[in-house]
């Protein structure tokens, strides 16, 4: 068998880590190694609540891994990456579960088809009421060329990281993650596109993302922060896009913006986003509400 690294970054999250923790223990894959990065503040009270939740687990395929300092998902991720022993690297948030068979699934299809990367699709989950609430199914399919890959990427996102595999070598060579302020799983997705990988999707949903209460980056100040970056990172990519496509891409960021400032109370500056994106392009404004509007009303 060939090991799989998994990295779990975790920050502030002592509550939800056992519940990641153990979705991978539960693979039915098991040449595996977790390696959990406590990114906590050192004497922090989130850092000495992780230390209590790790000292539960006992199996020897687990590492548990503590920053000196705060660096951020990305930077955290990178420790993974630079720790892994795996040939293959996977991924798991420390609110996120995987199903059991997550690792076999994606591994036996690297494997067959010799690729470097590979994505699957996703389904978010209230983590109160354990209602699903949405699934992304990726606008993909096996055999697109490079510029096909990166035209879908601009226009829909090829995400999240809990759906990626890669090989580790491959992964390493590109160096990893872009250290921003979020959105960084859409910058790593650019950059292993730019290096023209053997690329996989599979149509599979096997992870559980969770929506649950308390402040998630996905809808945070630092959310906010990392989407205008995005933003003016896909301009610069407008060249291969058409007029109608550009509309799309613009609609989409100020969809998301109007869906932050809504998560954050901000309902005046989420109103202005929400006429922003319909009246760039009605049509894709109602595209995507139809994709957002169950974790809108979550």
């Given at each position: 068998?060939?090991?799989?690294?998994?990295?779990?970054p975790t920050y502030n999250r002592a509550e939800y880590l056992g519940n990641a923790i153990d979705s991978v223990l539960a693979q039915t894959y098991s040449d595996f190694e977790l390696i959990v990065v406590d990114d906590n503040k050192p004497?922090?009270?989130?850092?000495?609540?992780?230390?209590?939740?790790?000292?539960?687990?006992?199996?020897?395929?687990i590492r548990y891994l503590q920053n000196p300092k705060n660096v951020g998902g990305a930077g955290s991720r990178n420790v993974g990456i630079s720790e892994a022993r795996g040939e293959y690297i996977a991924f798991l948030d420390d609110d996120?579960?995987?199903?059991?068979?997550?690792?076999?699934?994606?591994?036996?299809?690297?494997?067959?088809?010799?690729?470097?990367?590979?994505?699957?699709?996703?389904?978010?989950?209230?983590?109160?009421?354990?209602?699903?609430?949405?699934?992304?199914?990726?606008?993909?399919?096996?055999?697109?060329?490079?510029?096909?890959?990166?035209?879908?990427?601009?226009?829909?996102?090829?995400?999240?990281?809990?759906?990626?595999?890669?090989?580790?070598?491959?992964?390493?060579?590109?160096?990893?993650?872009?250290?921003?302020?979020?959105?960084?799983?859409?910058?790593?997705?650019?950059?292993?596109?730019?290096?023209?990988?053997?690329?996989?999707?599979?149509?599979?949903?096997?992870?559980?993302?969770?929506?649950?209460?308390?402040?998630?980056?996905?809808?945070?100040?630092?959310?906010?922060?990392?989407?205008?970056?995005?933003?003016?990172?896909?301009?610069?990519?407008?060249?291969?896009?058409?007029?109608?496509?550009?509309?799309?891409?613009?609609?989409?960021?100020?969809?998301?913006?109007?869906?932050?400032?809504?998560?954050?109370?901000?309902?005046?500056?989420?109103?202005?986003?929400?006429?922003?994106?319909?009246?760039?392009?009605?049509?894709?404004?109602?595209?995507?509400?139809?994709?957002?509007?169950?974790?809108?009303?979550?």
């Amino acid at each position: 068998m060939n090991m799989i690294t998994v990295i779990t970054p975790t920050y502030n999250r002592a509550e939800y880590l056992g519940n990641a923790i153990d979705s991978v223990l539960a693979q039915t894959y098991s040449d595996f190694e977790l390696i959990v990065v406590d990114d906590n503040k050192p004497e922090s009270e989130a850092r000495k609540a992780t230390e209590e939740v790790m000292k539960k687990y006992h199996d020897p395929r687990i590492r548990y891994l503590q920053n000196p300092k705060n660096v951020g998902g990305a930077g955290s991720r990178n420790v993974g990456i630079s720790e892994a022993r795996g040939e293959y690297i996977a991924f798991l948030d420390d609110d996120d579960m995987y199903l059991p068979d997550r690792l076999e699934a994606q591994f036996k299809k690297m494997v067959e088809n010799d690729w470097d990367v590979s994505v699957m699709d996703g389904a978010t989950y209230n983590y109160v009421t354990g209602e699903k609430v949405a699934e992304r199914h990726q606008h993909l399919r096996n055999g697109m060329t490079k510029d096909e890959l990166i035209r879908s990427h601009l226009l829909y996102h090829i995400s999240g990281t809990n759906t990626f595999m890669y090989r580790a070598k491959f992964l390493q060579e590109i160096g990893g993650f872009i250290d921003v302020p979020s959105c960084q799983e859409y910058m790593l997705m650019q950059k292993t596109l730019d290096a023209n990988p053997k690329f996989g999707y599979i149509p599979e949903i096997h992870i559980k993302n969770f929506m649950h209460p308390g402040e998630q980056i996905s809808t945070g100040p630092k959310k906010l922060k990392g989407q205008y970056a995005l933003y003016e990172s896909k301009r610069q990519h407008f060249d291969l896009l058409s007029k109608s496509e550009q509309r799309q891409v613009t609609c989409r960021h100020h969809g998301v913006l109007f869906f932050v400032h809504f998560k954050m109370h901000h309902y005046r500056k989420a109103l202005v986003e929400a006429m922003k994106c319909f009246f760039t392009s009605p049509v894709h404004a109602w595209q995507w509400f139809m994709e957002y509007r169950r974790k809108i009303s979550a």
